[in-house]
């Protein structure tokens, strides 16, 4: 494949075709998580009739609006603008810009056959991680030879790629932490694109030259996603052609992957072949390529084109084609072939779909068909997070605050409940099968125990003379018996605390040596979970639960005094695990994010701290740490979420909320925010 594309981040990060005795021993956390998996679509059965398909389908439907977060009640204005155009031979370029939301833009080009007879069929090219999105020469070379053929074309930069990445070059990458600030507002990444997918398709119909009844839409990779989302919720949409992308969501637990392609909470309510079968009934063809990455290959691919073809013999025969090309992970020429025939059938209504042979295609340089070439695009142009930013600040200024102590009260409760449905629930206490050894000197204590069942965590404690004071340490950078060691605990135990260093699941021996994508160290570890609806914020927030269950096992009860102390990304870990746990006292967060709200990409934290809607049902970290009162809450020190250090005015700018509440209580100087 092309140098050009971007797959080297996530499409060939390969870990599933390891033994299973191999899997076990060195990434135990990936194997839960494929559990789990496997236990939620256990009684996964295909619809047998018609009406139970007619039913399921709408279910589905509303989970994945429920998944993606709502989509405007009403469409905005498109407001197009041509910004230029050439000719070439036997069509023209235009290139296009129309508004998908309020003040979003999306940029296009327009390929128009030359002396169309009447209205033209219409295609929607959408481009998956060529690293020049619209401009790159692959999709274009799709984009001329449908246009060639007489088909009136599309083609789009998705959100944060192409001439819409949070800098102006082409190039650049929109998945890790860039798409992770969508996450806390509720609208992931995949969900965005199915939305402006449709206002494309919104924008062909109101084209003089297109049939609004004959469109279709296809894409390759992240782009094949695009198009079966795209395609399996606009039934405007008549020719469905995902290209090497195709698979199944448990496949996905074997790799690494976009966030443009995560659907928070999938598995809990689906696996993909009825998300094709959505699809099914209009003109579907999966291409396949032999030489893919496992979570694309024809192996996974067979399984949900089967669930599919199922669903398209409950209306008619021969509806739909999976077509299986010798190749590695591409768009290339036979895969355009057997695209135009496919198109041409559904959407000319001639031929019998067979392939047909590929135009003369000669590419552009791409900086030609920039609608902002070189530097020239507007400095306010709203990117991932801006966008992100701004619903964020919206939705925390929509929420009310609490007058009085039986408001907050109630407002606690509900808060409360709302932030454990968003961290996916608690799963059911099982036995914690607790092996202690004391050290030597009898001064210590190394813990293992079962967090969940086939889940085993350690700790490591200190076994004071005069127990009262504990303090449970999590730091997701150094692990358990680094923070033991660490001057931080030493500075706790100057205090009189005894210490309790945790290692948490997916961290310090329990990391997945690959876990690392971009700027996200723990990016796999992070997505896999999302699939399973449950965010590692909130696995996190169980484990410190079960370390104070284990030493309340092991002691007979636990201390008056506990303070949960969390340094860096861990400090919102401890203050999430002190809103949800009354037996935790007081608790510390050190250096950590201060916010899920940025303009920018987020630096130095982790993309398991980002959980799916919780700015909406909840509120931000100020919000959750408010959670906590009237116990004690100290901030020491604090970073954006592009990673800078806050100084002690914006520090405590970002818990203003958190101090108004505890006001209110009469325990103002419980909360302290402290300069590092």
Not at 523 to 541: C, M
Not at 617 to 646: C, F, H, M, N, Y
Request: proline letters at 6%.
């Amino acid at each position: 494949m092309s140098g050009r594309v971007i797959v080297s981040l996530f499409v060939l990060v390969l870990v599933g075709q390891r033994s299973a005795s191999s899997q076990q021993a060195h990434l135990p956390f990936q194997e839960f998580v494929k559990q789990q998996a496997l236990q939620l679509r256990a009684n996964d059965q295909p619809a047998a009739t018609a009406d139970e398909w007619a039913r399921r389908r709408q279910s589905l439907r509303e989970h994945l609006i429920k998944a993606w977060g709502p989509f405007p009640e009403v469409d905005c204005d498109l407001e197009p603008r041509q910004l230029g155009g050439f000719q070439r031979d036997g069509y023209r370029v235009e290139k296009i810009l129309f508004q998908t939301r309020p003040g979003v833009w999306m940029t296009a080009n327009a390929y128009i056959p030359d002396q169309p007879k009447g209205r033209l069929p219409a295609i929607l090219h959408v481009h998956g991680h060529w690293s020049g999105a619209k401009q790159d020469p692959v999709v274009q070379s799709r984009c001329i030879g449908s246009a060639k053929l007489g088909f009136f074309v599309l083609s789009v930069d998705a959100f944060g790629a192409g001439e819409r990445g949070v800098g102006k070059p082409l190039g650049e990458y929109h998945g890790e932490l860039t798409a992770a600030t969508l996450l806390p507002v509720g609208l992931p990444l995949s969900g965005l694109q199915v939305y402006e997918n449709q206002r494309a398709v919104d924008y062909l119909r109101s084209r003089p030259e297109v049939d609004p009844d004959r469109i279709g839409v296809t894409g390759a990779s992240g782009g094949g996603n695009q198009t079966m989302y795209a395609g399996a919720f606009d039934e405007r949409l008549q020719c469905v052609v995902p290209t090497c992308s195709v698979g199944t969501y448990q496949a996905y637990l074997s790799a690494a992957c976009c966030m443009c392609e995560v659907v928070p909470g999938a598995l809990r309510f689906t696996e993909e072949g009825d998300i094709l079968g959505l699809a099914a009934q209009r003109g579907l063809m999966v291409t396949s390529a032999t030489q893919d990455a496992f979570q694309f290959s024809v192996g996974e691919a067979r399984k949900s084109f089967a669930r599919a073809e199922a669903i398209s013999h409950l209306f008619s025969e021969g509806g739909i084609k999976h077509t299986i090309i010798e190749s590695p992970h591409a768009y290339n020429q036979p895969m355009r072939e057997a695209m135009y025939g496919w198109m041409t059938r559904h959407l000319k209504r001639e031929g019998d779909g067979t392939p047909i042979p590929d135009p003369l295609i000669q590419p552009e340089i791409p900086e030609t068909l920039r609608c902002f070439p070189g530097e020239s695009r507007p400095d306010d142009f709203v990117t991932i997070p801006r966008f992100a930013a701004s619903e964020a600040r919206r939705l925390i200024g929509q929420r009310s605050a609490p007058v009085d102590r039986a408001s907050w009260e109630a407002s606690r409760t509900v808060q409360r409940q709302k932030l454990v449905e968003v961290l996916g629930g608690w799963p059911k206490s099982a036995p914690m099968q607790l092996k202690v050894e004391t050290s030597p000197e009898g001064t210590s204590q190394s813990i293992e125990f079962d967090s969940e069942p086939a889940l085993r965590l350690a700790a490591r404690r200190d076994l004071p003379e005069k127990p009262g004071r504990l303090a449970i340490l999590v730091d997701l950078e150094q692990g358990a018996e680094a923070a033991w060691s660490s001057e931080l605990a030493r500075q706790l135990r100057d205090e009189g605390w005894a210490v309790a260093a945790l290692e948490l699941r997916a961290t310090g021996r329990y990391a997945d040596p690959r876990d690392k994508i971009g700027n996200a160290p723990d990016h796999n570890t992070a997505e896999w979970s999302l699939w399973i609806g449950r965010p590692l914020l909130g696995q996190w927030v169980w484990d410190v639960r079960r370390i104070l269950d284990a030493i309340a096992e092991q002691d007979g009860s636990l201390p008056h005094d506990i303070l949960a102390i969390g340094r860096g990304s861990a400090g919102v870990v401890a203050l999430t695990a002190a809103a949800l746990d009354e037996r935790i006292t007081r608790v510390q967060s050190v250096d950590s994010l201060a916010s899920y709200v940025t303009d920018e990409p987020y630096r130095g934290t982790r993309l398991g701290l980002m959980v799916p809607g919780v700015i909406k049902e909840v509120g931000d970290i100020a919000d959750i740490a408010s959670l906590i009162a009237p116990r004690p809450v100290t901030i020491r020190g604090g970073t954006s979420g592009a990673g800078i250090k806050l100084d002690l005015a914006a520090l405590s700018h970002e818990f203003t909320r958190t101090a108004r509440v505890f006001q209110l209580l009469d325990v103002a100087s419980l909360l302290r925010v402290q300069d590092r």
